[in-house]
C-alpha cells in the first residue's frame, strides 16, 4: 500500500482551554476524515504527534483537534496561538463501522480522552438519528476538572436515549455521576443481538468495561474498540503499534473485540 506523507500547512482560527493541560483547537481549511480516523500534526524541529479530528466531518471550512501537553511536541503544540500555523498529513486508517450501527442500538463508551475520536460519530448518529434504533452515551473521567466537551454533554441530554456521565472524584458542583466508566454499564438494559458498541479510552479501562459488556451476554462480534493511542508514524514504517499479525495505523485503529482480543497477547 502507497502511504501519503504529504504534509499540509493549516492555520489556526481559535484556541479554547478546555482544562488546566489541554487545549481545542480550530483550524481554517478542509479536512476531508471519517469518524474514528486520525492525522499527524507536525512541528518542524520539534516532532510530530497522532491525534483524531473530533468537529463535524461534514463541515466544509474548518476542523478541530483536542491537544492535550503530554510530551515534548504536545507541550509545544499548546503554546500555539491563533495565526500560528502547523503542518498535518493524513488522515489514515479505518474509522468507526457507521454502515453498521444501522438499525441498531448503538451504546457508546468513553474514558478520558476517549472522547475525542467519537465526538465526531456522535455529530453523524445526530444528524442521521432515524436510521438507529436508541443511542446511549456512557463517559468517565478523573475529576470535574477533566471534563471535555462538557457544554456539548449538557445539549446531548435533547438528542440521545440515555446519556450518563460520571467522575471517580466529585465536588460539591458536579452535576453527573461519581464512580468508574465501567459502572455505568451496570445499570442499562440492552439488546444483546441489537446492540453495537464502541469503546474509547484508556487501554486499562478495556478489561472493566468488557467485563461487564460479557456480563450483559453482548456478542464479541459486536464490540469496536480503537487503539488510537498506540499510533506513532501513521503509514506502518515503524511497525510500533502492532498488535500481534495487525497494524494499528493500517488495519485500525477501531478493531472489532472478537478479531484482535486473540492478537493482544502475542
Same mark, same amino acid.
Given at each position: 500500500? *502507497? +502511504?501519503?506523507?504529504?504534509?499540509?500547512?493549516? *492555520?489556526?482560527?481559535?484556541?479554547?482551554?478546555?482544562? @488546566?493541560?489541554?487545549?481545542?483547537?480550530?483550524?481554517?481549511?478542509? &479536512?476531508?476524515?471519517? $469518524?474514528?480516523?486520525?492525522?499527524?500534526?507536525?512541528?518542524?524541529?520539534?516532532? %510530530?504527534?497522532?491525534?483524531?479530528?473530533? +468537529?463535524?466531518?461534514?463541515?466544509?471550512?474548518?476542523?478541530?483537534?483536542?491537544?492535550?501537553?503530554?510530551?515534548?511536541?504536545?507541550?509545544? &503544540?499548546?503554546?500555539?496561538?491563533?495565526?500560528? +500555523?502547523?503542518?498535518?498529513?493524513? $488522515?489514515?486508517?479505518? /474509522?468507526? $463501522?457507521?454502515?453498521?450501527?444501522?438499525?441498531?442500538?448503538?451504546?457508546?463508551?468513553?474514558? /478520558?480522552?476517549?472522547?475525542?475520536?467519537?465526538?465526531?460519530?456522535?455529530? %453523524?448518529?445526530?444528524?442521521?438519528?432515524?436510521?438507529? *434504533?436508541?443511542?446511549?452515551?456512557?463517559?468517565?473521567?478523573?475529576?470535574?476538572?477533566?471534563? &471535555?466537551?462538557?457544554?456539548?454533554?449538557?445539549?446531548?441530554? +435533547?438528542?440521545?436515549?440515555?446519556?450518563?456521565?460520571?467522575? %471517580?472524584?466529585?465536588?460539591?458542583?458536579?452535576?453527573?455521576?461519581?464512580?468508574?466508566?465501567?459502572?455505568?454499564?451496570?445499570?442499562?438494559?440492552?439488546? @444483546?443481538?441489537?446492540?453495537?458498541?464502541?469503546?474509547?479510552?484508556?487501554?486499562?479501562?478495556?478489561?472493566?468495561?468488557?467485563?461487564?459488556?460479557?456480563?450483559?451476554?453482548? @456478542?464479541?462480534?459486536?464490540?469496536?474498540?480503537?487503539? %488510537?493511542?498506540?499510533?506513532?508514524?501513521?503509514?506502518?514504517?515503524?511497525?510500533?503499534?502492532?498488535?500481534?499479525?495487525?497494524?494499528?495505523?493500517?488495519?485500525?485503529?477501531?478493531?472489532?473485540?472478537?478479531?484482535?482480543?486473540?492478537?493482544?497477547?502475542?
Amino acid at each position: 500500500m *502507497k +502511504s501519503n506523507l504529504n504534509h499540509k500547512k493549516y *492555520k489556526i482560527i481559535d484556541k479554547k482551554e478546555v482544562t @488546566p493541560d489541554t487545549f481545542l483547537l480550530t483550524i481554517s481549511g478542509k &479536512l476531508k476524515f471519517e $469518524p474514528g480516523q486520525f492525522v499527524q500534526v507536525s512541528l518542524p524541529g520539534v516532532g %510530530e504527534a497522532t491525534f483524531a479530528p473530533c +468537529s463535524n466531518p461534514r463541515s466544509i471550512d474548518k476542523f478541530q483537534l483536542m491537544i492535550r501537553a503530554c510530551g515534548s511536541t504536545t507541550n509545544q &503544540l499548546v503554546k500555539l496561538l491563533p495565526g500560528d +500555523s502547523i503542518l498535518i498529513r493524513g $488522515p489514515y486508517g479505518k /474509522g468507526w $463501522p457507521i454502515g453498521k450501527l444501522i438499525g441498531k442500538n448503538v451504546l457508546l463508551v468513553t474514558g /478520558g480522552l476517549g472522547i475525542v475520536p467519537l465526538r465526531s460519530l456522535i455529530f %453523524e448518529l445526530i444528524k442521521y438519528k432515524k436510521e438507529f *434504533k436508541k443511542i446511549f452515551l456512557l463517559s468517565g473521567f478523573r475529576t470535574s476538572h477533566y471534563v &471535555l466537551f462538557e457544554e456539548d454533554y449538557k445539549k446531548l441530554r +435533547s438528542y440521545v436515549d440515555y446519556l450518563k456521565i460520571a467522575v %471517580e472524584k466529585s465536588d460539591k458542583n458536579w452535576w453527573g455521576e461519581t464512580c468508574m466508566t465501567a459502572d455505568l454499564i451496570k445499570n442499562i438494559q440492552l439488546s @444483546p443481538k441489537n446492540t453495537i458498541v464502541l469503546i474509547c479510552g484508556p487501554e486499562v479501562m478495556f478489561k472493566f468495561c468488557l467485563d461487564e459488556l460479557t456480563k450483559k451476554k453482548i @456478542p464479541a462480534k459486536n464490540i469496536y474498540i480503537s487503539f %488510537e493511542r498506540r499510533m506513532e508514524c501513521g503509514v506502518g514504517i515503524c511497525q510500533h503499534c502492532n498488535i500481534g499479525k495487525y497494524l494499528v495505523c493500517q488495519d485500525g485503529p477501531v478493531f472489532r473485540w472478537d478479531i484482535i482480543q486473540p492478537e493482544l497477547n502475542k
